[in-house]
């Protein structure tokens, strides 16, 4: 059993606020559409989410954009949850372009296991700049990533999550 990790301030974690602001008003549509209280709870829940995490970069050089625009992913797919972050994954793993996984010929974009979260950071940034079209590995493997936490391991679980998602799924699931 995994201990959850000791959470730093957020004050603490970051001190580019602004960056991170300007970086999101640029990339993240639904991060532009809150009003000004609800930019500032996603700073805080954005900054929390990345010093929890530690970012894995394979064939890929590190870039401080990328945990932001990721971890930004998680933040808005969890954003009306108490519990937000994801606790069970210490680790998410950058790729450079998708990848084969195990016996599988399809390469893929993502996925999530228990040792953690994967994602084609090529596919992340080219999904996110068309946010319209509905596809979103970012976005995708968040879900994934939720519905681990609080089926699978349930570490971290979100107990209105859990209690609403067989509700949720009666109305999602023909759609």
């Not at 950058?94 to 950071?121: A, M, N, Q």
């Not at 976005?139 to 998602?165: C, P, Q, S, W």
Request: hydrophobic residues 35%.
């Amino acid at each position: 059993m995994r201990l959850f990790r000791k959470r730093k301030s957020p004050q603490s974690a970051d001190p580019k606020g602004q960056d991170y602001n300007t970086l999101l008003n640029r990339y993240n549509p639904y991060y532009s559409s809150l009003g000004k209280e609800g930019r500032d709870r996603f700073l805080y829940r954005l900054h929390e989410f990345v010093a929890a995490r530690k970012f894995s970069y394979i064939d890929i050089e590190p870039d401080d954009t990328i945990p932001v625009l990721i971890s930004a992913a998680a933040v808005q797919l969890t954003f009306g949850l108490d519990n937000y972050l994801l606790d069970y994954f210490d680790t998410i793993y950058v790729l450079k372009d998708k990848y084969r996984y195990g016996l599988y010929t399809t390469p893929f974009e993502g996925h999530v296991c228990e040792e953690g979260i994967y994602l084609s950071w090529s596919a992340f940034v080219k999904e996110f700049s068309n946010y319209s079209d509905g596809n979103n590995v970012g976005l995708h493997e968040m879900a994934h990533a939720l519905t681990y936490v609080n089926f699978t391991v349930k570490e971290g679980r979100d107990k209105t999550f859990h209690d609403r998602f067989s509700d949720f799924s009666l109305v999602a699931g023909p759609i």
